[in-house]
């Protein structure tokens, strides 16, 4: 197993180890539980069994999940290229997965899958690793220091395609009620960290504003 530090920004804060690393608190995502949604659509949900946190896997493709217990997804067609992986109501701290790469004939199909982690208080991080269609292509991520995952996104390298990704797993899961201001849910400052759009949006108003001020005092 290889574990490799974030660069960058995030340095500090994710860790993901290249293999199967179980948690002490984690859970398996079920989809033939009460909530779920197991597809064929461009967005599945299941539940963790313990947790009840609801998490979704969107694609650009239609997306099925074969599997009557622990998450496997697969897409409508049989390949795939990209995945999200969201929570509507948490937010978690370490994400386990296995994404198997379409072999169909011939020598092994080697590429790589980038997989950026959207956090709760900082910045994205972004992680390539490189995958094969012969053997297992674990990669554990694990959200240091107090950070959370609000979500995580897998794109294949061109020419390659997921067969399915399975064996998905969260720990430390949270629950966060609508409004909630605990500081698992919510950024440094007490309140949910604006995405860098939003950011944006607020700069021109204020920039606005003063352009304004400006000229009632002349």
Partial sequence: MLALALAGNAAATLLFTIGNV????????????????PGPDTTVTGITNQSDLVVAFSSSENLVTPANGQARIEAE??????LSISVTNGTFGDF????????????AVTGTVTVTVSLANELPGVF?????????????????NGERMTG????????????SVEQNRISSPFLCPEGSTDPLCTGPTGGVVPEPGILALMGLGLAGLAGVRRRKSR
């Fill in 22 to 37: 179980p948690q002490a608190d984690e859970e398996n995502i079920i989809f033939n539980g009460a909530g779920s949604q």
């Fill in 77 to 82: 067609d049989g390949a795939f290229t990209d």
């Fill in 96 to 107: 386990i997965f296995n994404p198997n790469i379409l072999h169909t004939t011939g020598p």
């Fill in 128 to 144: 390539t690793y490189d995958v094969s269609s012969a053997g297992q292509n674990f990669l554990t991520i694990v959200a240091t």
């Fill in 152 to 163: 995580i996104t897998l794109t294949t390298s061109t020419g390659i395609s997921f067969s």
